[in-house]
């Protein structure tokens, strides 16, 4: 079974800027578009940006020119770039396929004090 693992989150004030990793246990990422996800504290969890096999981005609407998703086949690995953080940027980060196909890894906090 495929294993997710999230990692880089932290705390950081408004304006500054983490990365996010995330890698699997399995060569997943070839094959599938992946994606990033974050669940904020009493809401759903929700898409925020997806990558294809072909490395082209795509981005919700509250994040556009913000985030910056990448990866890489020989690494095994998805990165999310996130810039100008803001307070409502704050939730936990997952990463699996846009549809998604895996089991949920326990995700990284990001937490962005305002």
């Known amino acids: 079974q495929v294993q997710l693992v999230e990692s880089g989150g932290g705390l950081v004030q408004a304006g500054g800027s983490l990365r996010l990793s995330c890698t699997a246990s399995g060569n997943i990422f070839s094959s599938y578009t992946m994606a990033w996800y974050r669940q904020a504290p009493g809401k759903q969890r929700e898409l925020v940006a997806t990558?294809?096999?072909?490395?082209?981005?795509n981005y919700a609407d509250s994040v556009k020119g913000q985030f910056t998703i990448s990866r890489d086949y020989t690494k095994n690995s998805v990165w999310l770039q996130m810039n100008s953080l803001k307070h409502e940027d704050t939730a936990v980060y997952y990463c699996n396929s846009e549809a998604p196909m895996f089991s949920w890894g326990q995700g990284t906090q990001v937490t962005v004090s305002s």
């Open positions: 990558i294809t096999r072909g490395g082209s981005g």
